[in-house]
Every structure is written in structure tokens, then in C-alpha cells.
């Protein structure tokens, strides 16, 4: 079964940046053919969509909550996908979740909708305070 594996989150300052990676813990499982996603989840809050990508990252999902100040990227040969993450606000604290999914995104509208997503990682908190 794949399972996945964050890192790089922790306490950053508003304003500032942070890397979250996510890469799958066991070979010979790959990430190459899954579609991608990042979620979090604030206290008290439910779990929301950060981000999506597809297989060849020819297709990306943001929440607009995130437009312009987060990038979801992937190097398919480290089987790493990433979340870069600029501008930091304090609403952004959350804990973060990779996701995989099997299925591709969908055109909705003008823009891609994110899939159901099969597997899930563990969480790395991001705290965004002064």
C-alpha cells in the first residue's frame, strides 16, 4: 500500500516561507502516475483543499485562499511532490496532508477540479506566528 510521508513544516513567522515535501516511503511504490494533492486542516476547522496537481503537471487546482502565495510542484525522477508556500499568514496554520489519488483532475469550467484522493500521509503542522 503507498504511503506518504511529509516534511518540512514548522513555526515561521508572518510574512515568511516554508517548503512542505512529500515523497512515498516505501519502493518500489512511485508517485509518478498518482495525481497529487496538499490539505489542511485548522484546529476546530474541517479539512480543505490547498492544492491539487496531475501526473505530468500539466494541470493544477489552488484554493483561492492560496492563489498567488502557494506553488504546487513535482519532480516525478525524486518521486517528491512539494508545496511551496510565500506570504504566510496566521491563517494559514494548519496541519498539512499529502494526499494521492488514482484519478485525474476534471474540467470544471475554465479551471480543474481536484479528485478524490485514495492515500493519505500523517501531517506536518505548519504554525504561522509572531
Known amino acids: 500500500q503507498l504511503q506518504l510521508v511529509e516534511s518540512g513544516g514548522g513555526l515561521v513567522q508572518p510574512g515568511g516561507s516554508l517548503r512542505l515535501s512529500c515523497e512515498a516511503s516505501r519502493f518500489p511504490f512511485t508517485l509518478d502516475f498518482y495525481t497529487m494533492g496538499w490539505f489542511r486542516q485548522a484546529p476546530g476547522k474541517e479539512r480543505e483543499g490547498v492544492s491539487c496537481i496531475s501526473s505530468s503537471s500539466d494541470r493544477i487546482n489552488y484554493a483561492d485562499s492560496v492563489k498567488g502565495r502557494f506553488t504546487i510542484s513535482r519532480n516525478n525522477a525524486k518521486n517528491t511532490v512539494y508545496l511551496q508556500m510565500n506570504g504566510l499568514k496566521a491563517e494559514d496554520t494548519a496541519v498539512y496532508y499529502c494526499?494521492?489519488?488514482?484519478?485525474?483532475?476534471?474540467?470544471?469550467?475554465?479551471?480543474?477540479?481536484?479528485?478524490?484522493?485514495?492515500?493519505w500521509g500523517q501531517g506536518s503542522q505548519v504554525t504561522v506566528s509572531s
Open positions: 494526499a494521492a489519488s488514482a484519478t485525474a483532475l476534471r474540467r470544471y469550467g475554465s479551471s480543474w477540479q481536484c479528485p478524490e484522493f485514495d492515500y
